[in-house]
């Protein structure tokens, strides 16, 4: 059985994931891990500038929590922030456009 995915704008998917990413930072659950997949799975549809305003925030946001001396979550979380940061930052890098 062929699965159906609906028509989103990349204008949409933009939102969505940006929302999804802001959402679940600091959050204790699943959606974490399920955000860095989003970021890495769908990168090819974001601009530069895109990558970079995630990775920005996601950096912001670990600094913010260190200096107050917890985690962005569970130990868990803040370790996949940590590595998603590192591969969106890759990804900018590698990026032509």
Known sequence: MKVKYPA???HDMWI???STIRYSMGRHTYISGLSVEL???YNNYLTKQQLNQI???IEKEIKLHEAMG???GADIDHKSWKDCLIIIRDLYLSRND
């Open 16 to 18: 969505l994931l940006l």
């Open 55 to 57: 990775a920005d925030e």
């Open 39 to 41: 970021v890495v799975r």
């Open 70 to 72: 917890c985690t962005l």
């Open 8 to 10: 989103v704008s990349l």
